[in-house]
């Protein structure tokens, strides 16, 4: 086919003019209503009559197609303000300028190869829009996917594209292998293992041997069924002789003979019983195995050792006092000197008791009562090492050294805080009530001791006492061996945790308070009674005020005890014990004497008449003979003082251990 040469055009209306020419291009006609739109600027007017009137149209073309002409854009809505308003046409838009003409296509002779055959596939294919992601998209599939059949346009993709890569079948999910058991799943496959393995076993019954251990009935949790009686043979079989026969329940025997003793066990072997004596005469005790008078004192004596060692209070703690009485502040090193006492105090003793025993007394030497800062309101406060070295502390600071001291050389201990009845502390009045609760003010220390038991003591209390603004240094064992239910008595902690009583009770602070005689006042007792042996805890009447002419007081009953029942006075004490004296005001107060109290080495008493006492305001002491005739009257006794006043002259001097006031 020959190629005709494509029209060139010098302008765009020689083009509009050669395209209104030709034979399938017609120019829409104008409408009336329309005017034609302005001209464009920069152009003659002869243009734009050639684009709104065109002339006679030019043959077509055979090589350009015809180019359909666009359509102008719909007009506007017209807008009406009123409804007799006029309706203005808005004026036309001008035409988009037409691009010039495609150019022609060559017409090749040559026909289009032909496609290859098609070829069926048993796989079935999603196409996708891009070859690139086709392995992506194939890697995505799943089983449920591939079962499926997919579209034609998948089997035509494969067949016109032969060089791609050929997939997998797809799996089957009946082949599958099957999935590993999860944990679950094992552990309750083991515990059915285990149920059939408990079900089928057979628990046998222990072997005991019958020589040497006596036939013991087994307590089952489930009776046994009784055994089932085998089918009676016509003929009785010949016993079979086993070493091994059916274990039977016991059997029950015949009372034994009166000639036969039984032995008491099944490793004694049978006695046969001796001859009994024709008379009932007794048989006769044998001289050779009784104990002599020094062995029976010698067996007290080592069970009153015994539970004197567990008794603090007549505990010889001479070794741990004499060691912490060498160790004053002024020769400590100024390095480290906490470790260094709690080397040289507790190295020496395997016992926690007298570890926490040497601490304890060391404090009484080294450490007194910082009565200026205490009255003067300005206490300083001051780390463990310049407490040692300054020597002075309140109550806070020597709980704080002991603690220190205590918990360096091994010993479990703590600081307890709370309220304490010392210094200042006013017992309440009849009738009163008691004050909000307050548990402060006070510290002391609980240590943990032998057998893990944990002690309350106070080395503050235990190295001194305050009165009249000065500090009197002066050693008070009893903070250290008091129980700890008495030590209560004076001490409320401020955490229920640090009563550590025995019975596990705990005290209200209304009981503490009101004390133990329900808010009466105690009768006064002196510190010498309790270094003599005897206890503040246990005497009547504990009550400050006796009534004289009241009908339930007659008589009045004084009595005292020891402060533990094993104390020796020549051993745990000074000496033997002083005659103890009950020094009253005669009938309405006329006439003094002294009676002396009986005993019977632990308890002293005496039952006195209530008008015998005194008047009313007057005082009851209870005395210690403590010098009788220029002498030490330690070990006199009552018929001894009177034998010496029924001579005539003598002199007396005694000590007060108590006193009470008549009512």
């Not at 666009?70 to 017209?78: A, D, E, K």
């Not at 160790?327 to 390095?335: A, V, W």
Request: proline share 13%.
């Amino acid at each position: 086919m020959a190629d005709v040469e494509e029209p060139k055009f010098n302008s765009l209306a020689d083009r509009i003019a050669a395209l209104n020419k030709q034979k399938n291009f017609t120019s829409p006609q104008p409408s009336g209503k329309r005017p034609p739109p302005p001209p464009p600027p920069g152009k003659p007017a002869a243009q734009n009559k050639l684009l709104t009137n065109p002339g006679p149209i030019a043959p077509r073309s055979p090589n350009v197609p015809a180019r359909p002409q666009r359509r102008p854009p719909p007009s506007l809505p017209q807008r009406t303000n009123t409804s007799n308003s006029v309706v203005e046409s808005p004026p036309s838009l001008p035409e988009r300028e037409v691009p010039p003409p495609l150019p022609g296509r060559r017409k090749s002779a040559q026909p289009p190869p032909a496609l290859p055959s098609r070829t069926p596939s048993s796989q079935q294919l999603v196409r996708r829009g891009s070859n690139s992601s086709e392995i992506s998209h194939i890697s995505t599939l799943s089983n449920l996917s591939l079962n499926h059949a997919s579209s034609r346009t998948s089997n035509t993709s494969t067949e016109t594209q032969p060089n791609r890569r050929v997939l997998a079948p797809s799996f089957d999910q009946a082949k599958l292998p099957p999935l590993p058991p999860s944990r679950k799943e094992k552990e309750a496959q083991a515990a059915r293992e285990a149920a059939k393995r408990e079900a089928s076993e057979v628990i046998k019954a222990p072997l005991v041997s019958t020589r040497s251990a006596p036939v013991i009935p087994q307590i089952e949790s489930q009776p046994r069924l009784p055994p089932r009686l085998p089918s009676r043979p016509g003929k009785s079989p010949t016993p079979i002789q086993s070493d091994e026969s059916p274990s039977l329940g016991p059997r029950r025997l015949p009372p034994p003979p009166s000639a036969f003793v039984r032995p008491k066990t099944t490793f004694e072997a049978p006695q046969r019983p001796a001859t009994r004596p024709r008379d009932d005469v007794p048989p006769p005790i044998p001289v050779k195995s009784r104990p002599t008078l020094v062995e029976i004192d010698a067996v007290a004596v080592r069970a009153a050792a015994t539970q004197a060692a567990t008794c603090l209070i007549c505990r010889d703690f001479s070794r741990p006092d004499s060691v912490a009485a060498q160790y004053p502040s002024q020769s400590l090193p100024r390095h480290d000197p906490v470790g260094y006492l709690a080397n040289v105090l507790c190295g020496l003793f395997p016992s926690a008791t007298d570890k926490a025993r040497a601490i304890f007394t060391w404090c009484h030497h080294n450490i007194a009562y910082n009565v200026e800062e205490f009255f003067g309101k300005c206490i300083k406060g001051r780390n463990v090492e310049e407490t040692i070295f300054h020597g002075k502390a309140v109550c806070q600071g020597y709980a704080e050294v002991y603690q220190a001291i205590a918990q360096r050389a091994g010993l479990e201990c703590v600081v307890v805080g709370g309220h304490g009845k010392g210094y200042g502390y006013t017992p309440l009045a009849p009738g009163q009530r008691p004050p909000p609760r307050d548990p402060s003010g006070h510290a002391w220390n609980a240590v943990r001791i032998d057998n893990g038991e944990w002690k309350l003591l106070d080395a503050c209390w235990g190295a001194g006492s305050v009165g009249d603004q000065r500090y009197h240094k002066g050693f008070n064992p009893q903070m250290f061996t008091l129980a700890n239910e008495l030590f209560g008595l004076k001490h409320f902690p401020r955490d229920e945790r640090h009563f550590f009583r025995a019975d596990g009770r705990l005290p209200s602070w209304d009981e503490y308070i009101r004390g133990p005689h329900g808010g009466a006042e105690k009768a006064q007792w002196f510190g010498t009674a309790t270094e003599e042996g005897l206890s503040e805890w246990t005497f009547s009447p504990a009550e400050k005020h006796i009534p004289v002419y009241h009908p339930t007081s007659d008589p009045v009953r004084f009595q005292f005890s020891k402060v533990c029942e094993h104390w020796v006075p020549e051993r745990h004490g000074k000496g033997a014990n002083y005659l103890l004296l009950m020094k009253i005001g005669g009938v309405d107060g006329r006439k003094e004497d002294l009676v002396p109290l009986d005993s019977d080495g632990f308890w002293w008493w005496v039952d006195v008449p209530a008008r015998d006492l005194g008047a009313p305001g007057q005082s009851v002491f209870l005395y210690a003979l403590t010098v009788l005739n220029g002498k030490d009257a330690r070990g006199v006794t009552k018929e001894e003082l009177a034998r010496v006043k029924g001579s005539g002259g003598y002199s007396m001097a005694w000590a007060v251990y108590a006193k009470w006031e008549l009512v």
